[in-house]
């Protein structure tokens, strides 16, 4: 792939946005705001959480993904007896009474963590740190993770009986908080025409890992105007209640904000969102567009606001 400027180059992500869309619409129905996400945080070299009830097709979902980007792909069904070297892999004694490492499936390119909140939070931790630091460390010696390196992790919203919730901390490592809702009539329709016939859909490869390397670097390197990149650190910083800038609605109803990492993934999240459509700087609607996506998992809402049923993205939507 060769770009004479990094003016091309932004029309290229532009036009790969466009065909992968389009190949994975012929698996996936709807779910277009979901399909954008999780290409975005992909791009822009973040990891995804995705929360919805079973039977949204999260797991087909990113292995459609998967599949049309050329990636390799793991999925790890997260269990209360899950160990940290069942993912991460471990050292066993080869035919030669000699030390060998052994892949856990956290080496791919993509990785689906299904339900999360079920594994005991060693577990949790494993797949955390290889998300922050892209390698493992088994018996004193590192491992580095394949590029790209890409999680999506899912959550159950109901039947949270017996399970591990994320804490805050550990939440903040994903760069953004993905919610799935029911198809429409419609899509549903569609979607059982396509999964109870006989066709199935030839995908085509759109890009490799090599390219997708690319284009995270090249997101980098997009500027950004002062007043949209002090728009996006002041919509984190207006998160934080009891501050010089914290509204009335936040003092009310958040016992925590957002920190710094949500302004980082604010600025990286609106250039994404500005070059998958042909625009070479972001602005401030590109900043408004992924803002639930970065701050609805950052902000902790208190009791006042549980009992009265005030909603994150309410709260974020009065930022604006």
């Excluded at 494993?126 to 580095?144: C, F």
Aim: glycine share 6%.
């Amino acid at each position: 792939m060769q770009y004479q400027s990094d003016v091309e180059a932004v029309d290229g992500l532009a036009q790969s946005y466009k065909e992968l869309k389009a190949e994975i619409g012929k698996v996936i129905v709807g779910q277009d705001d979901v399909v954008k996400a999780v290409l975005i945080s992909l791009f822009s070299n973040g990891h995804s959480l995705l929360v919805g009830v079973p039977g949204l097709a999260k797991t087909l979902l990113v292995s459609t993904i998967a599949e049309v980007l050329d990636l390799e792909f793991k999925r790890i069904q997260f269990t209360p007896d899950l160990m940290p070297s069942d993912i991460t892999g471990s050292e066993i004694l080869d035919e030669n009474r000699n030390f060998k490492f052994n892949k856990g499936p956290l080496f791919a390119n993509i990785v689906l963590a299904d339900e999360i909140n079920r594994t005991p939070p060693k577990t949790q931790a494993a797949l955390l740190e290889a998300m922050q630091e892209k390698s493992v460390t088994i018996a004193g010696h590192r491992h580095p993770l394949p590029k790209p390196f890409f999680v999506l992790a899912t959550q159950n919203p109901i039947e949270q009986e017996g399970t591990y919730p994320l804490p805050e901390a550990q939440l903040d490592r994903f760069m953004f908080n993905i919610k799935l809702d029911y198809p429409s009539y419609e899509e549903e329709i569609s979607v059982v025409k396509k999964t109870t016939g006989a066709v199935k859909h030839e995908l085509n490869h759109v890009l490799d890992g090599e390219q997708i390397l690319f284009f995270q670097k090249l997101l980098r390197k997009i500027p950004i105007a002062d007043n949209v990149l002090e728009y996006a650190v002041s919509l984190a910083t207006k998160t934080r209640p009891n501050t010089s800038r914290a509204t009335p609605e936040i003092n009310n109803y958040i016992s925590w904000g957002a920190g710094p990492r949500a302004s980082q993934y604010l600025v990286l999240g609106a250039k994404c969102n500005a070059a998958i459509h042909g625009k070479y700087s972001p602005d401030i609607e590109d900043v408004q567009a992924i803002a639930n996506y970065v701050l609805r998992h950052r902000v902790v809402r208190n009791y006042k606001a549980e009992a009265e049923g005030v909603s994150e993205e309410e709260l974020i939507a009065g930022l604006f």
